[in-house]
């Protein structure tokens, strides 16, 4: 190696510890650096070709060339940095109370802008200590940032499909950056998952049919938050209560049995944002869902996704039901009124529902043994929902 190799070699790898020195004093637990390059297409395709896209995330097909090719995003860039923010719970986790259950990650402020707030200071630093160009993205933009996270050597793809750490498990929130800076590379991570697929069982709607693959048209996350149609009943059976989000094969996972807790406290989890209660989704108007929900994830599915999931995926109506008063019943998606309208034959079985456990916003007035027609209403909008999920509007 001649003087000059050395010296650039040198200058790229203090470079490389000073882009990490800046991510760790801007909050962020991980950061790894990968040699910008065409990555393989085999992957990618084979979820194209599957059929485990879906239609709601079509974007991820149309910028196909852009994910697996950082030059197309950034022309003439040699470096990619992954980052990665931890919104691991404390411990022991409180249990939420609430019949509808929130991902982790969706308990509290919109990972998007907490993330990528201290992303694009780091790019900012990065343009202006080394005079380069640099292209920052938070799960918004066309990078993979979870391949580019284990050539980084932060971490390896479970076969849940989640990037996992071995201290900080797989509740990690990623970033990354393409940049024309010459950063010292670090080598890719080895796979840690070993003959250990406990995830695959444990999806509750069957959604990994080979490790590391997701089917989105079955994965509750997907429909709980991209998808703008009806549940499929199959899947709304299954869901246990997840009204946006799901967890349950992290939850499965042996590296997520004892990580540390986060840290950024934007990202911790809100104590009314854990678990929905549904009668309080129900009685949501718009205006009251953007109040409360405001700066979070949640407001991704809107009021009327929120209540098309929340009627989708509660528990059994066989059990008692809460009913929402007489205002709400103004606000309930087309979803909601439609199946009310056309539930005739699952009229006779709502009365038949006891009383609910929580008294409505509005007083409802019986007329002798029949419960009024609100309450009627509201009772077999919920019964017929899950039945036959016509269509809603989406805020």
């Not at 929580?358 to 019964?383: M, W, Y």
């Amino acid at each position: 190696m001649d003087a000059a190799a050395a010296t650039s070699q040198r200058s790229a790898a203090a470079a490389a510890g000073l882009v990490k020195a800046k991510a760790r004093e801007l909050g962020f637990d991980l950061c790894g650096i990968a040699r910008a390059r065409p990555l393989d297409a085999a992957r990618l395709d084979r979820w194209f070709e599957r059929g485990w896209d879906a239609p709601g995330i079509d974007y991820v097909r149309k910028r196909r060339a852009e994910r697996l090719d950082p030059s197309r995003v950034l022309a003439g860039a040699r470096s990619v940095i992954a980052l990665a923010a931890s919104y691991a719970p404390g411990t022991p986790e409180v249990v939420p109370h609430g019949d509808l259950i929130v991902a982790r990650y969706a308990q509290g402020r919109d990972y998007h802008n907490v993330v990528l707030k201290p992303a694009r200071k780091l790019a900012a630093w990065i343009r202006s200590a080394l005079g380069a160009r640099v292209y920052c993205e938070v799960d918004a933009g066309a990078v993979l940032e979870k391949a580019w996270a284990q050539e980084a050597g932060i971490g390896w793809i479970g076969k849940n499909g989640c990037l996992i750490h071995e201290k900080l498990g797989s509740w990690l929130l990623l970033g990354a950056l393409v940049t024309d800076a010459d950063l010292a590379a670090d080598a890719p991570h080895p796979d840690r998952c070993g003959d250990c697929s406990a995830c695959i069982p444990a999806c509750p709607t069957r959604a990994i049919p080979e490790p590391r693959y997701v089917d989105a048209n079955r994965c509750l996350a997907y429909h709980t938050i991209e998808h703008r149609g009806p549940i499929p009943p199959e899947l709304a059976r299954a869901a246990g209560g997840r009204v946006f989000g799901c967890d349950a094969c992290q939850d499965a996972c042996p590296w997520n049995r004892r990580p540390p807790p986060g840290t950024l406290v934007q990202l911790q989890a809100r104590p009314g944002q854990r678990a929905l209660d549904l009668a309080d989704v129900l009685r949501l108007t718009p205006e009251e869902a953007r109040r409360r929900f405001e700066g979070t994830p949640l407001l991704r599915a809107g009021r009327d996704g929120l209540v098309r999931s929340a009627l989708a995926v509660a528990p059994s109506v066989d059990a008692p039901r809460p009913v929402p008063g007489r205002d709400a019943l103004r606000y309930i998606s087309r979803a909601a009124r439609t199946t009310a309208r056309h539930s005739k034959k699952h009229r006779s079985r709502a009365s038949r529902v006891p009383r609910p456990l929580l008294r409505p916003t509005i007083p409802l007035k019986s007329n002798g043994d029949r419960p009024s027609i609100c309450r009627r209403r509201g009772v077999a909008a919920q019964n017929s929902a899950r039945a036959s999920y016509a269509e809603c509007d989406e805020s």
